[in-house]
């Protein structure tokens, strides 16, 4: 069975500064794909950014990374220069491929960036 | 803007009653899922439907049940709500098929059983 994991309940940060957010995963599916999605207060659910189980270099949207690290089952978001904006919970999220896969996700990381 | 829409943004209703929750995806998209979202259990998979059909289910209850009509859109109908139904219901859309294509969610329901 597919599992995500983010241990990190909260995290702070100062205006400006980078951070990074966990996430582990589990699957025995060979192909899948991780995502990041973002969920501020006011509650909808924003996609940020995507990597697939077959990219060769980590995927980057705008302040945005992901640090894959496949042997590790690992897909850390990275977020540089952090804003007040970025304020948030963030899911990070897998799929298999295969049809009709829905995401599972994680528990969710509460950032808080301070100024 | 996801392109997804969901009504009504806020439901109140009491145990017992029945709800129907409204979803359009994004112009082109034939998937549509629904999630539940609540502080217990987290973001969790209800069902899935395909250009009309049902194509996967997860963590739902029968008293709830879905459909997909010829235009898209599909409807969550909730019944005999509990208490523990309170929660924020989300509708996601995609491209089937397609790994690397998000799931764009719409802004969510929240139910509130009084």
């Known amino acids: 069975a597919q599992k995500i994991t983010q241990t990190q309940p909260g995290m702070f940060v100062q205006e400006k500064e980078a951070v990074t957010l966990d996430c582990t995963y589990d699957?025995?599916?060979?192909?899948?794909?991780l995502f990041w999605y973002k969920q501020p207060s006011s509650g909808e659910m924003i996609f940020l950014i995507y990597?697939?189980?077959?990219?060769?270099q980590n995927a980057t949207e705008g302040r945005y990374s992901l640090n894959f690290q496949k042997a590790r089952k690992s897909a850390n978001l990275v977020i540089s220069a952090s804003q007040l904006g970025d304020s948030a919970m963030y899911f990070c999220?897998?799929?298999?491929?295969?049809?009709?896969?829905?995401?599972?996700f994680g528990k969710g990381t509460t950032l808080s960036v301070s100024s | 803007d996801s392109g997804v829409t969901q009504t009504p943004k806020h439901l109140i209703t009491a145990t017992g009653q029945r709800v129907t929750l409204r979803c359009s995806p994004r112009s082109g998209d034939l998937s549509v899922y629904w999630y539940q979202q609540s502080l217990d259990q987290g973001l969790q998979f209800l069902i899935q439907y395909y250009n009309g059909e049902e194509r996967a289910k997860g963590n739902i209850l029968e008293r709830f049940s879905a459909q997909q009509f010829p235009d898209l859109h599909s409807e969550l109908n909730l019944s005999s709500l509990e208490l523990g139904d309170s929660a924020l219901y989300f509708c996601?859309?995609?491209?089937?098929?397609?790994?690397?294509?998000?799931?764009?969610f719409g802004d969510g329901t929240r139910l509130s059983i009084l």
């Open positions: 999220a897998m799929r298999g491929n295969q049809a009709g896969t829905a995401l599972i």
């Open positions: 996601a859309s995609s491209v089937e098929g397609v790994l690397n294509q998000p799931q764009h």
């Open positions: 990597q697939g189980s077959y990219d060769q």
């Open positions: 699957t025995s599916d060979p192909s899948y794909g």
